[in-house]
């Protein structure tokens, strides 16, 4: 059986959409074997919580349709291309070649098994505490605001919390801190799990803050001076005749 090594990405997945492309015909040929497949493991087997039960049903539901070869890349491709799926991939797939029945079928195990394929994929990976989701609502109390943070646990159970604007921050620093004291310690293939794009977006909001903390201390700064020299001249009236 072929090993699972499914892969998350952010944007279109040219590497995962390639093999699903070129066996486009394969696939549509066993749709039914490979609905049958996603159903019976990922619907009824309550227990499952990696992919090779899986990928040993898809397996099976190809061969001997798709090279020994081939089959791999294809299941790797398969799960995840469902697993990323996102409705603005729809042109770009058909773009890269895939026709409109592969998409559409691509697209319906996604509204079918999505849900429960990310987060079985996720207990795997990061056990049963890993976040999905994270909302949070800005309010006010006693003239001080705070943050009303959700947290949503493995799509079932929700989490809140509150946090001031400083201990929000406190956060931050603080799972920076851990990413890089994980790179020391475990080691640089940690970077392979990070976008430079989603950090350098940080940085820019970074940036941005510093900048409006520079300019509002600067403006503070100088309304304080202006109402120093009016308690001056108040208090130092011109001498008259």
Do not use: C
Request: proline content about 3%.
């Amino acid at each position: 059986m072929s090993e699972t090594e499914i892969e998350t990405t952010d944007a279109f997945p040219e590497d995962l959409a390639e093999p699903l492309v070129e066996n486009s015909t394969e696939i549509m040929a066993n749709r039914d074997s490979i609905e049958r497949v996603f159903e019976n493991i990922i619907k009824t087997d309550k227990v499952f919580n990696n992919m090779e039960k899986l990928s040993g049903g898809l397996e099976l539901a190809l061969t001997p349709q798709v090279d020994q070869d081939e089959i791999g890349p294809l299941i790797n491709g398969l799960i995840s291309t469902i697993v990323n799926f996102d409705p603005d991939y729809r042109s770009e797939f058909e773009e890269y070649g895939a026709d409109e029945e592969l998409v559409s079928f691509i697209s319906d195990l996604k509204l079918r098994y999505g849900v429960e394929l990310t987060q079985r994929l996720n207990r795997e990976w990061k056990g049963r505490d890993w976040w999905s989701n994270i909302k949070t609502n800005v309010g006010v109390r006693s003239n001080r605001v705070y943050f009303r943070n959700e947290l949503t646990i493995d799509f079932e159970r929700e989490v809140d919390f509150n946090s001031g604007p400083e201990s929000t921050l406190v956060l931050v620093d603080h799972f920076l801190r851990q990413i890089t004291a994980a790179k020391n310690t475990i080691g640089e293939d940690i970077l392979d799990s990070i976008r430079k794009e989603q950090v350098e977006e940080i940085h820019d909001h970074v940036s941005d803050l510093l900048e409006e903390i520079d300019e509002y201390q600067a403006e503070d700064k100088v309304e304080s001076g202006s109402e120093e020299d009016s308690k001056q001249v108040q208090a130092d009236p011109e001498e008259t005749e």
